[in-house]
């Protein structure tokens, strides 16, 4: 029994170590409790609140999230404490989490990345399976532009655009488990420039041809240049395609098909461009010789990404799937430049693939972190 009392003792001690002004008088009471209107929840299991706070505020318990530490809690409630606010709440929505973004530097509207297995909750019915219920909003309750990619997927991505993130930590909230909610967020309120392909529509986008030097095959009737909205064997549907023959009749000389966004003209600033792509170059053509393809990304005509140069020496280790490319640092100054995808093939080489998920987004380095926090039931 007193080996039990010395456990107990060093749990505890171990428990609240740190927070010494309540260690004294503790009061234990019932080992079941009601929470006080307000915050959300019931104090039956371990990820209720993240943060206790005392009668006057003070943090003093900040579960680790374990089942030990919440039992602990639960046998031992001191008198007077209660639970802090656990956060916003939504009506009619069922489950919350906290998201927790890290930044060493204050930066407004700025756009942030949390990754979240939905296809687990999906699987659980807590989601809707096209993510239509997913819900961000600031630590307030106000909701802030977001959008879903990779919906119902082991690592769907969220960004959100928060209005105000603090030099240290900013919370923000996601939500989710309302089964009538209605899509809300979209990618163009997120971003400074945003395209997802999936009304499947090109509007805004013009076919830009240009020879690289002679290429033979691309021109803008050339039916070896398409580009097409595409839903075929893609994960995820809806993007971009392009393709295209360089001609086999003038070797090394590169064939380019283009299509230009000429309109990326946002705020003066730094800035990243992302996208996701798939099946770029290195496609073997049916010409023999095919010596090089290649996609890549270009603004105002320098080279901002390339994908690796492929080959029919080297097509299976070249394929990608739907990997993310990202330019590096770039610089805006309030004046329209042409953004443009294009697809590149040399010497009878076919060069095609697909893009999607196009994000022009405010960049800052280092780049705030995100931590994605249990799931609340509300
Ligand atoms: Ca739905
Ligand atoms: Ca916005
Ligand atoms: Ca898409």
Redesign the pocket.
Known sequence: MAKIKLIFLATLAALWAGVSPVLSGLAFAATSYAIATGNNATINEWTVCNVVTNATGQQIFIPTNTSTEWAQFRLHYPAGISLGTCGPSIPSYAYRRKITINSSAALSSYPVKFIIDTASLVTSGKM???C?DVRVTDSSGTAIDFVVELCNNANTEIWSEVPAIANGTTDIYLFYGYPAAT?AGNGINTFSYYKNFDDGSLAGWTRWVNYGGGGNDYTSTDTNSVISISTTNQSPPDSMQLYGKAGCNTPNVWGILTMAATSINPPSGTYKLEYRQRGSGGQFSWCSGGTAAQNDVTLDGTVIYSSPLCSYTNCNTCLRDWETAASGTLTFTGVARALRFRSRATDCEVSYGWVDDIKLRKYYSPEPTTSVGPEQTI
Do not use: R, V
């Open positions: 809707q399976s096209d239509d899509k």
